[in-house]
């Protein structure tokens, strides 16, 4: 049976949502509710029900879950609202901007016995998917350092993503993302350090771009990138490996792979470069190294969905979840205090 789903909140990602549940084959939209009055219009004109207040979204029995997709700053109350409402809680990403408020959502859902969880939608992310997938085969040997970048060149939206007090910036906005999805490839290491740098090229309120590197207790290393002010873009992905190189030039194209099959050359020919000739940077051959593309994984974003719903049912173990998302909080609190103190935070 699908689940009554209501949402609050019906800007860009609050109609995404909506059309995921409209197109649901586990989920069934109940109802929006949005501070905005031409928010509540557009909806109703494409024949959503529309709430007269959060409050009687809240007290509606028929609704089972509820998706909070409202700015960042709203999300604390919104969401212990919902729960101590007996609804069960998908929030937007960021949940919160500190592990004190996130906590205080996960006290909430568990004195009311419901599900909690976070919408990090770009697990199921293709580009991502691949190095993933790359990773856990082990074709390349085991993973040593993974370069993570999304890079534009329009600046920060110029909504509420560009206020301090509501969340903005590029840290929270799709740092949080690329965190994410490294922290689930390094899921079992233990982080030692984190050290950020942040830019305010467009504009000082909030950061537009962010280099954020996290270490690892095992030597490893995860690199985020994240930009607003970048007319060429730098790849998507770059990875080393004990056995290879895995790169994603941008987030349409195939992985390409370089595996070495030898370290050692019998004859290595130095080339020349511009003021002189180099033996160590010279190119390997096919003899000591394979080339190859890796196809692109299979995705479906509304697997998400069906996940919190079998979840709801208590027949999947939800794949996001708290203790994932308190990790990414800590690592983008300790970002936020090493860019300003201009040091490595070291946990």
Known sequence: MKKNI???????????????????????????????????????????HVYGSAQELLADEQVEAVVVAT?????????????????????????????????????????????????????????????????ESKEIGDVIRIESRIHGSRGIPSDWRCTKAQGGGMLLDWGVHLIDQLLQIFAEEEITGVHCDMTNITGTEVDDGIRLTIYFASGKTAYVEVGTYNFLAMPRFYMQCSQ???????????????????????DVLPVQTAAGITKTMAPRDELTLDEYDVERPASDVHDFYRNFCAALDGKEEPKITQPQVRRVLQVMEAGFKSAQERQTIWF
Not at 37 to 47: D, K, L, S
Not at 251 to 264: D, F
């Open 6 to 48: 209501a949402v609050i909140g019906y800007g860009g990602q609050g109609a995404w949502h909506c059309k995921q549940i409209l197109n649901s084959d586990v989920a069934r939209l109940v109802g929006i509710y949005d501070i905005k009055e031409a928010r509540c219009q557009a909806a109703a004109e494409n024949g959503i």
């Open 244 to 266: 290879g190189t895995a790169l994603i030039s941008d987030w349409t194209k195939k992985a390409h792979v370089a595996r070495l099959k030898a370290w050692n050359e019998k």
């Open 71 to 135: 700015p960042n700053d709203s999300h604390k109350q919104l969401v212990i609202d919902a729960l101590n409402a007996g609804k069960n809680v998908i929030c937007e990403k960021p949940v919160e901007m500190s592990v004190e408020a996130f906590d205080s959502m996960c006290e909430a859902a568990k004195a009311n016995h419901k599900l909690f969880t976070v919408h990090q939608n770009r697990r199921w992310d293709v580009d991502y998917l691949a190095i993933k997938q790359i990773v």
